[in-house]
């Protein structure tokens, strides 16, 4: 083990922000992770629509809660800044924090999103929802209403992890009028591309597990879904902001996404 691979860094195993920074035509990806994306493109070639559909439903989701009037959002698992993130889509002032375990996502983090006193960028770990919750970092106030970001990210935590716990520690920690915005990978999805996908990032240092459609909405338990409930990415309220990927065919999107409200 090298330095940097000792320091939780290792360019030649790919891992899951530098894989979605792949697909979104980013530039913070080394060629072990340019290799293993192709390896699933190929197969899958819609993945990089999906991306984009899952940055345009992130965005959506953001405007959604800002009009139900939240001002304070919990990103967890970030991932590489790209376009369209939490603080430059919530209204002006609102509370961002932004956690994820990649170290070099903190740096990029740090570097392009912590800009203002209202942005924190945070070192946190999903499978242990109450360290994140006890960090003062985060500047959130959990007494009143805010908006938790799962985006993209419980499909990196397998069954034996539980989950269903992770989602309700943070649900019972989330004021009344709070809400849950999740969006996941599905089983449900083309089989080639499950199968393909499933066995790239086995070998990748962020392993994957796709849930079907009835565990991903099992993941909103005790919450009260907004319509139009868990959906294929494009089918969550478009509007004419976003690129059409899928007309016709939200499924081959590949994710399934949702927001529930805690009441
Ligand atoms: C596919 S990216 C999603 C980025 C962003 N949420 C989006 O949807 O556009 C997944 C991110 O989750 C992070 N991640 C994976 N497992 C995590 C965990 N257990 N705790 C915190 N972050 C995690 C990865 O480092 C990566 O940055």
Redesign the pocket.
Known sequence: MDQRSSRGFDPNKP???R??DYYLGGKDNFPADRAAAEKILRVAPELRAA?RA??AF?GRAVRHLSGQGITQFL??????P?QGNVHEVAPPGARVAY????PV?LVHARALLALDSDTSVVQ????RPEEILKNGELGIDFDRPVGI?L???LH??ARSEDPGRIVATLRDAMAPGSFLVL?HGTSDARAAAVTKGTEVYQNSA?PLTLRSRDEIAGLFDGFAMEEPGVVWLPQWRPDDTDMIDFPGQPEKSLILCGIGRKT
């Open positions: 891992n899951a922000a894989l979605y991306a899952n940055r992130l990103d967890i698992g970030t991932g590489l790209t956690v994820d375990n990649d996502v946190g770990d999903l499978r970001l985006v993209a990210v990196f935590v969006s962020s």
